[in-house]
């Protein structure tokens, strides 16, 4: 099993199976719903766990809830502690509708402050950072290696850490230097005592801090979307080396949803909340849809691109309400799923399956195993295809005929088969499916 890092730039092989595998995927900042592009690192951390487990690997997935961070703040002055727990509980029910089960872990900063206070005891210990005005600030100069994650060399502009600008950077003793403690501003309602005095961790210590509590100083694989590479996952890695961890082996960075052929974000003002997503297409389609995307790579968001998954959706059902035949083959699913968890190679083999038990145990790897539960027709029109059958059976074919199109006008198409009760009932083939 291999999977691309974005520290080497290159396919990193997992140790063999049991391994154990051990994940920490950045969750979502929490101060409003989570929107569409947010839940792709949820879908693909959810997802290579879930294959992981099934090739014998132990697996130990963390995904936080940033609980603690400006962005809340601003969202909701003066009651942001509120704001945070809600939108903690919108997160939790929108990914729950996705039916992927959940992370073995779910921490939340508020619940970890004692973990990130030691931690910056000991970089402040350890030379690596410093108190200025009732801050804490990361000593850049201090770890040599800064920038690798990123390719971000060098003392220029695209050095200072974008989100930290709003610091007082008089009190910096580097442009480049960031925040692990921010002192305690007037109207924010949420604080914690340290030994710097009153005030609240920085982001990005956030992640050093769970991460270890969690799944210890070293650990496999760390991910999240890759927009976070800098400044958040450059300063974890700081933070964390400089403190004699080794910390993540392997960076798995997804691509970004595009809508009109812009990144999904907030301050662009161009998001769809999953639960939106949810509502329109299904959850179905929606998983169909991140299927088809390698997860390295941006993909659009369109009505155009959804109505294709949904018509993918439904050649599945299809598969399941003919019979089942002796068509398709394990091995080149599990090679893609092994060469950089290709989902959209898996994809392209799960289509040409025409085994029910075989493409059952492929779409239960993504949650998908619903498709193969087709929907049964409504009663008033079984009544009607046996009433066809015994018609054909005595040979009154203008009422057997006249029955076939009463159940077609209701939109199902009936089918002889061999088997008992010798009809089928099927959904007169839509390309695609709309949620109302
Ligand atoms: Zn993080």
């Not at 766990?49 to 690997?57: I, P, Q, T, V």
């Not at 919108?90 to 206070?117: C, N």
């Not at 970089?123 to 801050?135: I, K, R």
């Not at 403190?243 to 161009?270: D, Q, T, V, Y």
Request: proline residues 6%.
């Amino acid at each position: 099993m291999r999977l691309y890092d974005t520290a080497t730039r290159s396919l990193q092989e997992l140790p063999p199976p049991p391994g154990p595998v051990r994940m920490y995927f950045c969750g979502p900042t929490v101060y409003q719903r989570i929107h569409v592009g947010n839940a792709r690192p949820f879908v693909v951390s959810m997802w290579l766990k879930r294959w992981l487990e099934r090739s014998g690997y132990d697996v130990n997935l963390v995904e936080n809830i940033t609980d603690i961070n400006d962005k809340i703040y601003a969202a909701a002055p003066g009651n942001s502690g509120e704001l945070a727990a809600d939108a903690s509980r919108w997160y939790i029910e929108d990914t729950e509708k996705l039916g992927l089960g959940r992370p073995d872990h779910e921490p939340k900063a508020t619940e970890t402050i004692p973990q990130i206070v030691a931690l910056i005891e000991e970089l402040v210990e350890g030379g690596h950072a410093y108190p200025a005005g009732g801050d804490v600030y990361f000593r850049v100069p201090s770890f040599a290696d800064y920038g690798r994650l990123s390719g971000r060399h060098g003392d220029d502009d695209a050095m200072r850490n974008p989100s930290e600008e709003e610091e007082r950077s008089e009190l910096k003793e580097d442009p480049r230097d960031f925040a692990l403690w921010k002192a305690h501003k007037e109207g924010e309602d949420t604080w914690w005592d340290c030994p710097w005095g009153r005030g609240r961790p920085g982001w990005h210590i956030e992640c050093s801090a769970m991460a270890e509590a969690f799944l210890g100083p070293a650990f496999e694989i760390h991910g999240g979307g890759i927009d976070l590479v800098f400044p958040h996952h450059e300063n974890e890695i700081a933070q964390s080396r400089s403190a004699g961890r080794e910390f993540a082996r392997i960076w798995m960075h997804n691509g970004m949803l595009r809508l009109a052929g812009e990144k999904m974000s907030k301050s662009l003002g161009n998001i769809v909340s999953l639960r939106e997503a949810l509502d329109r297409w299904g959850r179905e389609t929606l998983l169909v849809y991140f299927l088809g995307g390698h997860w390295r790579k941006p993909i659009d968001y369109s009505d155009e691109v959804l109505e294709q998954a949904a018509a993918q959706a439904e050649s599945f059902r299809n598969v399941f309400r003919s019979g089942s035949e002796p068509v398709g083959e394990w091995e080149p699913f599990a090679a893609a799923l092994e060469d950089d968890f290709n989902t959209a190679e898996a994809l392209a083999v799960m289509h040409g399956w025409r085994d029910h038990d075989l493409l059952r145990r492929g779409l239960e790897v993504f949650g998908l195993e619903t498709l193969a539960e087709a929907e049964a027709a409504p009663v008033e029109l079984e009544g009607l295809a046996r009433r066809r059958a015994d018609a054909r059976e005595r040979k009154d074919f203008a009422e057997g005929d006249r029955l076939r199109d009463e159940i077609e006008a209701a939109g199902w198409e009936v089918r002889d088969v061999d088997a008992e009760p010798g009809f089928q009932l099927v959904p007169k083939a839509p390309t695609w499916r709309r949620r109302p």
